[in-house]
């Protein structure tokens, strides 16, 4: 069978998996916990098989030993890993804190990437390498990158999530944070997921897929219209999460999850993201470049984009460490991190490339 | 006297206080990594090191036509247009250093206590309010309680002291004193790696050396001006191979030999992701291309008479050659580097690049032409003649040069080794943590009661399932002694 099989079963899996951990935090029955963790199980489970199809085929069309056709050559198989890496540590801390609560947040993010990788055509089109890039240490420099970006996703979820637990009123500045920052990520989720509906593209390039179609179908149309119904129905978004946002806080409290469990997860997970980060992050990506290119380091965007969000987490750390700022503060840096890395990933192929590019759009 | 009270102190040292307080604060730390960063973010947006105009596109893409030029002349004269060799950024760093410095300086000491002091016997009054805590009691009396106590904690891997008083007898060990020093390992680590960087930057270059098929040279460039490598280097061969028939290389590579007072020294071949280092200098395959020199090339061609007989030679555009055994002559006349033939059967070149390198040969016998044709040095099928003669195009070497890299840099052994240091503080900094133990033996009618308290700077609870375990290995003997 073809990974793509697999891949859309875990797909789904993590779709159905969301709307049981949903039911679940609704009626609270064990048996409909236990159903959403099976079935995410057998989402994982089924992309673990796909993961290791496509890395068979890559292995067959490129022509490389094992360890060079390690399906982790661009962006898109780099994010089916992301999604890999998350569930398992969604899995972990399941087992872990003995509490489910936390998977109604986790599968959709899950199942959204996916969709959003299926349709930029990833499992189509295996491409074999250029020479720069056929390099173990490349190879542990985006496996243990995206180990660490899973880790800080994770702690962005429960820091949002005790952000959501440690506010009251509308007014304050931290619930604005929290809310605004809930809906840009969801905005940025569901401009992916227009792209999606409307393109069904399948592009080689992931610089050419991110500059040419991301949010296309939405902010960046080509259509006034379109735009401004876009920037009016993400401003909308972000009044409605403003202006509900509070339920939030029942609804995980609802769950016996203390702002103590948060405020562990998030620095457990960056405790672990830390390091990792910096050995596969920036050691294993200067050890390479300097092979490849004879520099260790160069201060180009993206290189420097890792270096400020080691910044961030080395910030984060060293603010726990100050009087006044455990707690909320320390929250919002770890959120703040994660949007660091986002742009690491995202922002700089798509506006940092653009900008420095003549002419353009 | 040198017990000054703050009163005593001038304002001379009331402010060298201050500026060490100041350095050794962790809220300076977090102030200095939100410049940084903050900083570097500019620099990304920007390009670095750009022509002018440039930046002001990007700055009126961000900021509208008008006030792009004005803002560019505000970013440039605060360097920010080449931000990481300035000299606030380069300060920046140093004022980062300094803190760590200083903060390890003012710390260091108490840390070095807390790492030599022992573990002491502690009152069951206390040991009862340890965060972790645990109870259970095993068959046995007195020593041979005792006993099997030590080696429960020998199994987990601490050694313990004893100590006896009124209430019984309490056991005691600690592990891991030394892991209280990780973060400074992880400090001094950062040191390390700026040191390794700064000497690169002042002892170092980073050059580049084109380098034609067979040619020499005792220099590489850096920006234009010459630096002398202290020995020659030729470039032996360059070759290209590609995936399939397609015009994606999958590996380049170029066969080096460096001389030195005229004798070779070492051979290599270097390709991406695998240089050449002689002398502290290495040489990257960075880039290739076609020399605009035709003149240099010599073909290899190895040819082939019908009775299979074969012969290699070596001959230039405008050379003529003869197939062994055979009055057949070739001549070459034309070469085309990117061969390519539009939809009218006209031969085109699609590249600059040596992608399909092509001969066109014009074979003659007596004077009379015979047949002529293209050549294909990636297409064996095109080798074969239509008298079944064959002319194999094994390369045209000369006319490609290979690009190198050419880097010195000393302090690139430091920077590495900070890495490991790094790597190791990290670890045991996150993954290890300095544990205490005790356990206080209260003797029953024929059993001992047992509490054992315990604690962790770090990763609490990994250190409460080792001591579950420790209950289980005590009340697992227990059983078997039952
Ligand atoms: C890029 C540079 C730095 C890195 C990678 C780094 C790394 C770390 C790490 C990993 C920790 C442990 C945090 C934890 O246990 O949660 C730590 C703690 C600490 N750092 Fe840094 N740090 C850096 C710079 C600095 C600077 C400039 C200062 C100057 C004040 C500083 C002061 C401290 C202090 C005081 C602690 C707490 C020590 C303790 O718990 O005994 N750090 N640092």
């Known amino acids: 069978m073809d990974s793509s099989v697999f891949f859309g079963v875990s797909t789904i899996a993590y779709f159905l998996a969301m709307i049981s951990y949903i039911s679940f935090l609704a009626f609270r029955k064990t048996q409909i916990g236990i159903i959403a963790t099976t079935i995410t199980i057998a989402g994982f489970a ?72 299926d349709l930029s055509g990833m499992s189509k089109d295996i491409q074999p390498l250029v020479p720069a890039l056929q390099s173990n240490w490349l190879l542990a420099h985006v496996l243990m990158s995206f180990i660490a970006y899973a880790a800080f996703a994770i702690s962005f979820s429960t820091g949002l999530m005790y952000l959501m637990v440690r506010t009251e009123k509308k007014s304050e500045p931290i619930y604005i944070f929290w809310t605004v920052m809930l809906s840009v990520f969801i905005i940025l989720l569901s401009g992916m997921g227009f792209d999606y509906i409307k393109f069904k593209i399948a592009v080689s390039g992931h610089e050419e897929l991110i500059q040419n179609y991301l949010f296309k179908a ?12 876009s920037w009016l129905g993400a401003g909308a978004i972000v009044f409605v999460i403003w202006q509900f946002g509070s339920h939030m806080k029942k609804v995980i409290t609802g769950f016996g999850i203390t702002h103590d469990i948060l405020d562990d997860i998030t620095y457990k997970s960056i405790a672990i993201g830390f390091p ?8 294993f990506g200067a050890i390479w470049a300097d092979q490849a290119w004879g520099k260790y380091w160069t201060w180009d965007p993206k290189e420097t984009w890792s270096l400020i969000t080691w910044f961030f987490y080395a910030f984060y750390l060293h603010s726990r460490l100050l009087r006044g700022w455990r707690g909320k503060k320390v929250a919002v840096v770890a959120v703040l991190g994660f949007l660091a890395v986002i742009f690491t990933y995202l922002g700089v192929n798509l506006l940092l490339s653009g900008l420095h590019s003549y002419g353009g759009q | 006297n040198f017990m000054t009270t703050e009163t005593e102190k001038n304002s001379f040292e009331r402010i060298i206080d201050k500026v060490w307080d100041l350095f050794a604060s962790i809220k300076f730390a977090v102030i200095i990594f ?50 990481y060799n300035s000299w606030w950024f380069i300060l920046l760093l140093l004022l980062f250093a300094a803190n760590l410095i200083i903060c390890s300086i003012d710390r260091l000491p108490r840390i070095l206590r807390l790492v030599r002091e022992s573990i002491r016997p502690v009152s069951l009054e206390r040991l009862n309010k340890l965060s972790i805590r645990k109870t259970t009691s095993i068959a046995g009396k007195g020593h041979q309680s005792k006993e099997q106590i030590i080696s429960a904690l020998q199994k987990i891997g601490f050694s313990p002291s004893e100590h006896a008083d009124s209430s019984g007898i309490q056991l005691y060990a600690e592990k891991g004193n030394v892991t209280r020093l990780g973060v400074y390992i992880t400090h001094f680590s950062v040191l390390v790696i700026l040191a390794g960087s700064i000497i690169g930057i002042y002892f170092g270059f980073n050059a580049y050396l084109p380098l034609n098929e067979g040619e020499t040279s005792s220099v590489a460039y850096q920006g234009g001006s010459p630096i002398p490598l202290g020995f020659e280097i030729r470039c032996d061969n360059f070759e290209v191979d590609f995936y399939g028939s397609s015009d994606r290389p999958k590996d380049f590579k170029s066969w080096l030999t460096v001389m030195k007072d005229g004798k070779e020294v070492i051979r290599k071949s270097i390709e991406v992701n695998d240089p050449l280092t002689y002398n502290g200098i290495t040489f990257y395959q960075s880039s290739y291309g076609s020399s605009p020199d035709t003149t240099r090339g010599i073909f290899v061609f190895r040819v082939y008479a019908t009775d299979g007989k074969s012969i290699e030679i070596n001959p230039r555009i405008g050379d003529t050659f003869t197939i062994p055994g055979t009055s057949i002559t070739g001549e070459i006349v034309r070469f085309n580097p990117a061969l390519s033939i539009d939809a009218s059967g006209r031969p085109f070149q699609y590249s600059q690049q040596m992608t399909n390198p092509a001969v066109y040969i014009e074979f003659k016998e007596k004077e ?38 050419v880097r010195k840099d000393p302090g690139v052994f430091l920077v590495y080794l900070g890495c490991l240091i790094m790597v190791a503080g990290l670890y045991i900094t996150f993954f290890m943590s300095h544990r205490k133990v005790w356990i206080q033996l209260l003797p029953g009618r024929n059993n001992t009661d047992i509490v054992i308290g315990a604690l962790a700077n770090k990763n609490r609870a990994s250190f409460e399932r080792k001591i579950e375990k420790l209950l289980h290995i005590l009340t697992a003997d227990h059983k078997g002694r039952a």
């Open chain 1, 46 to 117: 089924s992309q673990t098989a796909a993961i290791a199809l496509r890395w068979i085929e890559f292995k067959d069309v490129g022509q490389m030993g094992w360890l060079r056709a390690a399906p982790l050559t661009n962006l898109y198989e780099s994010l089916v890993f992301f999604v890999w890496c998350v569930i398992l540590a969604y899995l972990i801390i399941e087992f872990r804190y003995r509490n489910r609560s936390f998977g109604a947040f986790i599968t959709p993010i899950a199942g959204l990437a996916l969709a959003y990788i």
């Open chain 2, 368 to 405: 009379k032409k015979k047949y002529s044709g293209w050549l294909l040095k990636r297409y064996p099928q095109t080798w074969d003649l239509p008298d079944g003669n064959r002319v194999e195009f094994l390369e045209y070497w000369g006319v490609q040069y290979t690009g190198l890299q």
């Open chain 1, 276 to 283: 990792v980060f910096t050995l596969g992050g920036l050691i």
């Open chain 2, 34 to 83: 939100a410049v940084i960063s903050l900083t570097s973010i500019v620099g990304t947006i920007l390009e670095q090191n750009a022509e002018p105009e440039k930046n002001i596109q990007i700055l009126s893409k961000i900021f509208g036509e008008s006030t792009a030029p004005s803002l560019y002349i505000i970013l440039d004269k605060l360097h920010f247009t080449s931000m």
């Open chain 1, 218 to 229: 939405t902010f960046r149309s080509s259509s006034t219209a379109t735009m401004i119904v």
